[in-house]
């Protein structure tokens, strides 16, 4: 089920997880994000940038930590200097609905049920291909060399033309893990704290505590949820 994309996108600090009890009793584990005042600092029109956008500006830095070009950027928009920025596209005919300096609250989120929140996974350094990929390893039984962590042979794999010993582009090995862009999709939105600037979902959040993430409306549902929403 594809939603539509035109709702506002939020910027927000990830705090941790806890759990809250529904109406029925049932313990739901959820992840508090901190939501504070979003500021609108650049509205890009068709006419003047060839495309219809939207940047938002939240967190509050020291002006000697920022740079003189955003520092004069965010002051356009009357605004203090912010930490991060993010740009999301909108529909031409939804440009009406923000305007420089605008600050954007969890109210944007009102009547949404399901969000995605976007950040970058926790980084788990140079792993092997057993936590890496969950490889099963080699047999640790008498008579096997000390090697039981090891991928195994690779050097018979060709490439998709069948020349040379050159891998497979693909080819699962050890290598860095996390520290990457990743997307959880359909979080449903369990409770929405406005008097403290905190939103609540259902489940995990990438990224580790007072990580930076963004938050959309979700853009397409999972089968499970169709009914829901």
Known sequence: MTLSSSG?????QKIGMTRVFDEKGVSVPVTVIQ?????VTQVRSPDVDGYAAVQIGAGDIKPRNSTMPLIGHDAKAGSAPL???KEFRVPEKDLGNYELG???TLG???GVRFVDVIGTSKGKGFQG??????FKGQQASHGVERKHRS????????TNRGHSGKLKKGKRMSGQMGNERVTVRSLDIVRIDAENNLLLVKGPVPGHNKAWVEIRPAIRLYKSKVQKG
Do not use: D, F, Y
């Open 129 to 134: 291909t057993m936590k890496r990929h969950n």
């Open 102 to 104: 605008q600050e954007l």
């Open 83 to 85: 930490r991060h920025h």
């Open 8 to 12: 506002a996108h939020l910027i927000g």
């Open 35 to 39: 939501v504070g005042a979003n500021v």
């Open 151 to 158: 991928p195994g042979s690779i050097g018979g794999h060709a």
């Open 108 to 110: 944007a989120l009102e």
